[in-house]
């Protein structure tokens, strides 16, 4: 039987975005629970602030479902900022770069003896954001790449906008999103998160066309019905 899996939302995103992914992923036999998180557990987060708030769920999400599936492990799939968080959560540094927390505080990070896989959706995992590089530099500097070899990592990008200095077709939005990201604004992803930032070195990467980033985009996202089977299967290949 599949392990279960828990799904990390996005940044300022909650948990109901994601039911309908769920019910697909329970429908191929994998139990499945999304951090149920909302919209207003994020504002402690603004202007690149501590992410312990989001480890506390993730940490008590996990837990349950271990617990209710009798399983020593979880799969992750986190969209967007949900990957990094992911790394972090994985992770044995202690995360008290933001001053709130110790190093003995528990059920923050050094979760990966819980955790067997991480799948990362359109996940940012460079960022030119002022605001936001003190947690990624945290991430890359103590976590570069596929870090542990005993987690399997697959990091999907999507790829329907090329990012330009046009409106219509999302391109004006892509250019500046893409700009923040990596540095690149002229490039392909998924009109938020540029394929050169949501693919890992040493993970598997996979690219999907005319797939966009998230539930409120104009076209087929990470979540849609015909676009989940092009990576759930990692899930499903990755028992044993």
């Not at 990470?222 to 028992?239: I, K, Q, T």
Request: aromatic residues 10%.
């Amino acid at each position: 039987m599949p392990r279960p899996t828990v799904i990390l939302p996005g940044y300022f995103a909650s948990a109901d975005d994601y039911q309908i992914l769920a019910e697909q992923l329970r429908g191929l036999g994998i139990p499945t629970a999304v951090v149920p998180l909302r919209k207003s557990s994020w504002i402690p987060t603004l202007g690149g602030r501590s992410i312990v708030p989001i480890l506390r769920e993730i940490d008590r999400t996990v837990c349950e479902m271990l617990i209710r599936h009798d399983a020593s492990e979880v799969d992750l799939v986190g969209h967007s900022a949900g990957g990094w968080i992911g790394r972090i959560y994985l992770g044995e540094k202690p995360y008290c770069i933001h001053g709130d927390v110790t190093e003995d505080t528990p059920g923050l990070w050094n979760a990966r003896s819980r955790i067997r896989s991480l799948v990362c959706l359109g996940t940012p995992h460079t960022s030119q954001e002022y605001w936001t590089r003190r947690n990624l530099d945290f991430v890359n500097d103590n976590y570069p790449g596929a870090f542990y070899p005993d987690v399997r990592y697959l990091c999907v990008a999507g790829k329907s906008v090329f990012g330009r200095r046009r409106l219509g077709g999302g391109q004006w939005l892509a250019y500046n999103s893409y700009q923040l990201t990596c540095g690149e604004a002229n490039t392909w992803g998924d009109g938020i998160t540029p394929i050169a930032a949501a693919h890992l070195t040493g993970a598997e990467n996979i690219t999907l066309e005319e797939v966009w980033h998230s539930p409120r985009s104009p076209g087929r996202w990470y979540g849609s019905e015909d676009v989940v089977p092009l990576w759930s299967s990692f899930l499903l290949d990755s028992v044993g």
